[in-house]
């Protein structure tokens, strides 16, 4: 790290020109790697050796309605090997505790984690390994995919990021993200940022996944489960301190065009790992903290386990 970019982190600041590192360069990393390389960032995408070899090489290629088609030049390794100002962490919950073994946290001992994963326990997780004044609770929310090595494809009209107002550290990651062309905002209370997403995302991945089909169905098909499952969820987000509001969420689908689907459908349909735990398992065991009864939630955890 630069003499500049150490002073500009001890004074509790990201600096405008910072090292970053990309935990997991997939459909949403591999998109903001590219992006804040393009806006003039250091990056370094930290994967497996093959992806690593082929991002070294060929860098990322973005096709996008929103930012354009694209091709930015990136670093890449297997295992984070110096200090950055600032380590974004994109991979799927499913392999969080592998992917954490390649960042040491001495690396990241005056710079910043950034996790945009589904669910919220992760949270504890990174700040039991990196501190707790080094992780920034966040979310974001996007439709982008990995088609293959190195290759995005950023299919929604946006591309937004809530961060938790943790210290002074929050409003210069803000400017970093706003100026590499995510819409970012800082909100008060983190409880208030995860449990937005995830009293959200909880009926659309389930629900999705369950039936095997897009939003467009679940919603004029299984309008009564839909509705009944984003009622236990705001239950559950109130009883967190999160948002509540059922009748927001709904407006949300009702927006969302027919075929869109949850990363979760789409993982079940690629038969890959599913973030059942990350996401309806916190939901259960908050819900059960609290009190609460699920058991719509409940019995659809037990369907998807089952299959």
């Known amino acids: 790290?630069?003499?500049?970019?150490?002073?500009?982190?001890?004074?509790?600041?990201?600096?405008?020109?910072?090292?970053?590192?990309?935990?997991?360069p997939g459909g949403v990393?591999?998109?903001?790697?590219?992006?804040?390389?393009r806006a003039g960032h250091r990056v370094i995408c930290i994967a497996g050796e093959e992806t690593a070899h082929i991002l070294r090489r060929d860098g990322i290629r973005v096709h996008s309605a929103q930012f354009g088609d694209f091709t930015a030049a990136v670093e890449a390794d297997t295992a984070l090997r110096e200090p950055v100002d600032l380590c974004l962490v994109t991979v799927k919950h499913t392999a969080?505790?592998?992917a954490l073994d390649r960042v040491p946290p001495h690396l990241l001992a005056d710079g910043l984690v950034l996790p945009l994963l589904n669910g919220i326990e992760h949270v504890d997780t990174l700040r039991a390994r990196y501190g707790a004044t080094?992780?920034?609770?966040?979310?974001?929310?996007?439709?982008?995919?990995?088609?293959?090595?190195?290759?995005?494809?950023?299919?929604?009209?946006?591309?937004?990021?809530?961060?938790?107002?943790?210290?002074?550290?929050?409003?210069?990651?803000?400017?970093?993200?706003?100026?590499?062309?995510?819409?970012?905002?800082?909100?008060?209370?983190?409880?208030a940022v995860l449990w937005a997403k995830l009293a959200f995302l909880a009926p659309f991945?389930?629900?999705?996944?369950?039936?095997?089909?897009?939003?467009g169905e679940i919603r004029s098909k299984r309008r009564e489960e839909l509705a009944a499952l984003v009622e236990e969820t705001t239950a559950v987000s109130r009883a967190c301190g999160g948002p509540s509001d059922a009748g927001q969420i709904l407006t949300r689908y009702d927006a969302f065009p027919h075929e869109s689907k949850s990363s979760m459908l789409r993982d079940a349909e690629a038969g890959r790992p599913l973030e059942?735990?990350?996401?309806?398992?916190a939901l259960v065991r908050a819900a059960e903290r609290h009190g609460i009864p699920v058991p719509l939630t409940t019995r659809l955890m037990s369907e998807l386990e089952a299959r």
């Open 1 to 24: 790290m630069s003499d500049t970019a150490s002073r500009s982190t001890d004074s509790g600041l990201v600096p405008p020109r910072s090292n970053v590192a990309v935990l997991g």
């Open 29 to 37: 990393g591999g998109l903001l790697a590219a992006l804040l390389s």
């Open 96 to 98: 969080l505790d592998a």
């Open 134 to 191: 080094r992780v920034v609770p966040a979310v974001v929310r996007v439709e982008s995919t990995r088609t293959a090595p190195g290759v995005i494809e950023h299919g929604s009209p946006f591309l937004e990021i809530d961060l938790a107002l943790q210290h002074e550290n929050s409003t210069s990651l803000a400017a970093l993200l706003s100026g590499a062309g995510a819409e970012t905002r800082i909100v008060a209370d983190e409880n």
């Open 205 to 215: 991945a389930l629900l999705t996944t369950r039936y095997r089909q897009p939003i």
């Open 276 to 281: 059942l735990d990350a996401i309806g398992g």
